[in-house]
Nanobody, 122 residues
Framework: QVQLRESGPALVKVSQTLSLACTVS??????????WNWIRHPPEKELEWIGE???????NYSPALKSRASISRDTSKNQYTLHLSSVTPEDAAVYYC??????????????WGQGTQVTVSS
């Protein structure tokens, strides 16, 4: 059974970089044909996909966030990390890490972390 867990700060200041880690258990982020994603849910808005990293380390990002988002990984820790720079109050959201099994076209997330609330102070 795959489990994902987000960790990182609950509060970040405007203009700083938000860094959130996702630790995966029950499956390898580097040896399976899946992608590992970050999404977020701002208040009163729709879920927003941020980006993903494949099992080979290839990354893709939402066009809306590609200038500020970066995803890296540490395979020794079975962990991948989101870095979102120059945050504004509009970046306040519940952030989730998820797995896309890659079995269908488009996004399909079969495992989710519990989500972590991030507040941006201004």
């Amino acid at each position: 059974q795959v489990q994902l867990r987000e960790s990182g700060p609950a509060l970040v200041k405007v203009s700083q970089t938000l860094s959130l880690a996702c630790t995966v258990s029950g499956g390898s982020i580097s040896t399976e044909a899946h992608s590992w994603n970050w999404i977020r849910h701002p208040p009163e808005k729709e879920l927003e996909w941020i980006g993903e990293i494949s099992s080979t380390g290839e990354t893709n990002y939402s066009p809306a966030l590609k200038s500020r988002a970066s995803i890296s990984r540490d395979t020794s820790k079975n962990q991948y990390t989101l870095h979102l720079s120059s945050v504004t109050p509009e970046d306040a959201a519940v952030y989730y890490c998820t797995r896309d099994p890659g079995e269908v076209d488009g996004f399909s997330w079969d495992y989710w972390g519990q989500g972590t609330q991030v507040t941006v102070s201004s």
